[in-house]
Each structure stands twice: as structure tokens, then as C-alpha cells.
């Protein structure tokens, strides 16, 4: 257990039931699942300077239909560090998953058209490399609708790309470019375009989806 963690466990106390981090893309978080959270909790963590991210037990146990995508990256991979493991008991609707994939992605295009039409020409790199981080989670998403499997952020772009019959490369290709193991090959604008491309094609793919639970 790190110094954070141990800080953070000794300030919620009892309080706390699960302590875990959890990988989603290329990031791992810390995540807190207490008894109660009330402003006082949230005011001790706040002078210890500690933020995981905040669940109580209800929460975790019935917020699974409504954020069904985040619970999914949460019960994918992670690790408890301190108390039960209450994460594994999520379960994810498939039917909520859909709806939830439709609209992320959908919302995605939105703010992408938007950003680009406000976005000065030495701000589209920025823009282009936060497509990764943003768009991995969901990805997650679309693998475990159809019942696929990935290792890593790299592969599940592959695994998308032949489970949907739609060409993600784009995201692979910004994906090492992020990592510093690529360069920008091509026009910034050719990247949106594609970006564009691909969100407004699962947007479609995903619409037409049906699920049988």
C-alpha cells in the first residue's frame, strides 16, 4: 500500500469499506467505496489533500444501470488494496450499456465538431490527442457488447475495428503518437475528418445494435 492509500484509509477509518485502483486507457485511478459520504468525509479528505473517486455502497451496488460504462472499466480490471471486494458483485446491463454507448458516442462527434470550429490551427494537435483518453473508455464498451476480448488500449482498437467492420486505425495511429512512439504523418485536418469518421460510424453501428438482454 502506497503513502496515499495509507493516508486515505486512515482518514476515512471505519468509514471506509473498499479501497482499489482501477485501469481505464493508459491511466490508473484510485477509488474509494465508504458507508456514508457526507460533507464532513468529504471535508477531511479535502485538508488531507487525498481525492480517489467517491462511492458509497448504494452506489456501487445500484449505480450500474445508469453509469453502466463507467462501472464496466471499473469491474474490469483492478485491484482492491483494503477491504472487500464489493466491486465484483457489479453487474452491467447490456441493454443500458447500448443506450449509454449511443449517447457518448453521439456526444463525442457534437463536442468534436464544436471544438474544431473554435479551435485555432496550433490548437488542433491538443485537440486531435485528446481523442485516446476520451474515446478509450467507451471503446471498452463496444468489446464487451459483443462479448470480445483485449489485453491493452493498442488492441482493443483492433479488436473494435474487426468485431464492428469499421475502421478505427485512427485512434491506433493517435494512440502512438501520444506515446511518443509516432509522428504526425498528415494534415491535422485528416485527422479530424477520420476522427469524424468514426464516431459518426459507431454512433450508427451502435444505434442499430440490438441487445437480447
Excluded at 486505425?169 to 468514426?198: P, T
Aim: with cysteine; proline share 2%; charged share 30%.
Amino acid at each position: 500500500m502506497t503513502t496515499k492509500e495509507t493516508k486515505i484509509k486512515e482518514i476515512l477509518g471505519e468509514n471506509l469499506v473498499t479501497l482499489a485502483e482501477y485501469y481505464t486507457g493508459d491511466e490508473t485511478r484510485l477509488i474509494a467505496v465508504c458507508k456514508t459520504l457526507d460533507i464532513d468525509v468529504l471535508r477531511k479528505l479535502k485538508q488531507g489533500k487525498e481525492y480517489p473517486f467517491l462511492f458509497t455502497e448504494e452506489e456501487i451496488i445500484r449505480g450500474a444501470d445508469v453509469f453502466p460504462v463507467e462501472f464496466l472499466n471499473i469491474r474490469h480490471d483492478y485491484k482492491i488494496h483494503h477491504g472487500v471486494d464489493i466491486l465484483k458483485d457489479i453487474k452491467i446491463s447490456k441493454q443500458n450499456l447500448r443506450l449509454q454507448l449511443e449517447f457518448e458516442f453521439r456526444s463525442k462527434l457534437i463536442h468534436l465538431r464544436s471544438e474544431y470550429l473554435f479551435s485555432k490551427d496550433r490548437e488542433l494537435e491538443s485537440l486531435i490527442l485528446s481523442a485516446v483518453p476520451a474515446l478509450a473508455p467507451i471503446m471498452g464498451g463496444l468489446v464487451y457488447l459483443k462479448d470480445l476480448k483485449h489485453s491493452g488500449t493498442r488492441e482493443m482498437f483492433d479488436i473494435v475495428s474487426s468485431g464492428y467492420g469499421i475502421d478505427v486505425s485512427i485512434l491506433k495511429e493517435i494512440h502512438d503518437i501520444s506515446q511518443g512512439k509516432a509522428k504526425f504523418k498528415k494534415d491535422k485536418e485528416q485527422y479530424i475528418k477520420e476522427l469524424i469518421n468514426v464516431l459518426s460510424g459507431i454512433g450508427e453501428i451502435i444505434d442499430e445494435f440490438k441487445v437480447s438482454e
